[in-house]
């Protein structure tokens, strides 16, 4: 729920916020003990089975650029 106030604040709640087809999305499954499992940055798998994949290695490596919107004063 707190995603989506955000998101419907910066009138982003078409692509964040909630979850569904076609919307970007960070997940993290646990399991019960809070072990994780699997995660996934913006829709896109970057951990499987507990282990990094080539996709969060490379979106380490990139400089991250916020929307001009956000940054605007």
């Not at 993290?28 to 507990?50: C, F, R």
């Amino acid at each position: 729920m707190g995603s989506l106030h955000a998101a419907t604040r910066y009138a982003m709640d078409g692509d964040f916020g909630s979850l569904g087809a076609g919307r970007r999305a960070d997940l993290v499954l646990t399991n019960d003990d809070g072990d994780v499992h699997a995660t996934w940055l913006s829709g896109k798998p970057v951990i499987q089975d507990g282990k990094l994949t080539e996709t969060l290695e490379r979106a380490l490596k990139a400089t991250y650029r916020y929307l001009p919107r956000l940054t605007r004063r």
